[in-house]
Nanobody
Framework: VQLVESGGGLVQTGGSLRLSCVVS????????MAWYRQAPGKQREMVAI???????DYNDSVKGRFAFSRDNADRTFYLQMNSLVPEDTAVYYC?????????WGQGTQVTVSS
């Protein structure tokens, strides 16, 4: 199973980016899809997480600015990030859970300049 993120980059404060995560390989079912981030010197934190239902939970710091979406085949999901601020600067990782196993992507850098 492989997860590949894309869409990161350098953006100015107030700008937008859209991250993508493509899931490939032999995976029977996906219970959870999520985005995490890790800023320098900080612990990795959850940004957005969707379980089996349609609802998505967000980190309070991104509510109203970030939006999770996925395609109908569940093989690609996205994180639309709007109104970015320097505090959003981090490496962003996608993760899926299948059964009791987690699979992570390699991460994509997002840098927001002031």
């Amino acid at each position: 199973v492989q997860l590949v993120e894309s869409g990161g980059g350098l953006v100015q404060t107030g700008g937008s980016l859209r991250l993508s995560c493509v899931v490939s390989g032999r995976i029977i079912s996906i219970n959870t899809m999520a985005w995490y981030r890790q800023a320098p010197g900080k612990q990795r934190e959850m940004v957005a997480i969707r379980t089996s239902g349609p609802n998505t939970d967000y980190n309070d710091s991104v509510k109203g600015r970030f939006a999770f979406s996925r395609d109908n085949a569940d093989r690609t999901f996205y994180l639309q990030m709007n109104s970015l601020v320097p505090e959003d600067t981090a490496v962003y990782y996608c993760k899926v859970r299948s059964g009791f196993r987690d699979y992570w992507g390699q991460g994509t850098q997002v840098t927001v300049s002031s």
